[in-house]
């Protein structure tokens, strides 16, 4: 399962090649990472059904994660990639708007390693 991981925070990508590192090895999971909403559509323009789970923080510069999930939405309807906002700010607000945009789940930092592998699990 290709997952395209979308933060500005450039070192998500070393925790998440560790917290995976044994899923990486076993061929269960391949990750790309973008560290802004722009980058992330770069991505998918050229690699349009490879990432089945978007991982995407909500507050970032520029393009929000929120904005980023509006666009994938629209864009990217067959077959339609899983969508999951992280955010620091676990408020009614975020998950609300997020769910109303479409997001398919919604994870709070720090992110709970041992809950995101189970839920990856129910997408393979």
Known sequence: MKILVVDDEKDIQLL?????????????VTFEFAFSGEEAL?????NQHEAILILSDINMPGMSG????????EQY?????????????????NY???M??????????PVDFKELKEKIKTLR
């Open 16 to 28: 998440f090649e560790q917290k995976f590192r044994r899923e990486i090895r076993n061929g269960e």
């Open 100 to 109: 109303k945009q479409g997001a398919d789940d919604f994870l709070t930092k």
């Open 96 to 98: 609300t708007r997020a």
């Open 66 to 73: 929120l904005e980023l999930l509006d666009h994938i939405k």
């Open 77 to 93: 309807t067959i077959p339609p990639p899983f969508m999951m906002m992280i955010t620091a700010y676990g408020d009614e607000e």
């Open 42 to 46: 770069n991505y998918l323009n050229g």
